[in-house]
């Protein structure tokens, strides 16, 4: 933190004084930036040859050909760019007692009566939700996706191996790009979180009403004299 922080108040003990709250390093801001833009670049490339009305995206990549050889590759960088993520944040988006009680009052949520509703750690219920859900997804569709990637799968699998994974891809796909808008909309719906992308630092105030009990297990451990790095 870059000052002193009271706790129980919300406020820093100099009134006056920007109070900020390191969340993320830079190389998880890098790590995060390079999975996004995949995901996006993913999902252009897979609507591309999803269906023909939606084959003028292709142009973004050079035409249909160049299409069907760049998605497959993009979706290998994604694949790792979100391992390095989960080996991050995996710990911090174990479930916890009190997940259960947010998710329990998401219409206090979506109605902004935060007053009502539990402490919380680095991340709540939905975001976990994201994280998981990305998680099993993206399994999914590296692994479907290999196999329809006949250029070097082809000879391991058989037809109706490739005709199931191609509707499984299709869903998890869909399924992948209805969380990411999730994702971003919460992000631009709650003041102050695309900050923590950006300059990965949040303002003590946006730490005390949205992750209390992170914020206290920070504070905590700075006042015994422990550091407490970003993730």
């Known amino acids: 933190m870059s000052t002193d922080y009271d706790v129980e108040k919300g406020d820093s003990v100099h009134p006056g004084k920007p109070v900020t709250v390191d969340r993320y390093t830079a190389g998880a801001r890098v790590n995060h930036w390079i999975t996004a833009i995949s995901l996006v670049l993913l999902a252009l490339s897979g609507l591309a040859l999803f269906h023909p009305r939606l084959f003028f995206l292709t142009g973004l990549f050079g035409g249909g050909p160049l299409t069907r050889i760049i998605h497959p590759w993009i979706g290998v960088l994604l694949f790792f760019s979100f391992f390095g993520l989960f080996l991050r944040f995996w710990k911090a988006n174990l479930w916890k007692r009190e997940d259960g009680t947010w998710l329990a009052r998401i219409r206090d949520v979506l109605t902004g009566h935060e007053e009502r509703l539990p402490e919380v750690g680095k991340y709540n219920a939905g975001q976990k939700f994201v994280f998981w859900s990305m998680s099993a997804l993206i399994i999914v569709l590296i692994t479907t996706g290999l196999i329809i990637w006949d250029q070097y799968f082809s000879v391991f699998t058989t037809i109706e191996q490739k005709r199931w994974a191609v509707l499984i891809h299709a869903i998890a796909a869909i ?26 630092s949040v303002t003590g105030g946006w730490a005390w009403r949205h992750h209390r009990k992170w914020l206290r297990e920070l504070v905590g451990k700075a006042s015994k004299g422990k550091s407490t790095p970003a993730e």
């Open 175 to 200: 399924c992948a790009i209805s969380v990411w808008i999730i994702h971003v909309y919460a992000a631009i719906w709650v003041r102050g979180t695309i900050r923590a992308m950006t300059r990965g």
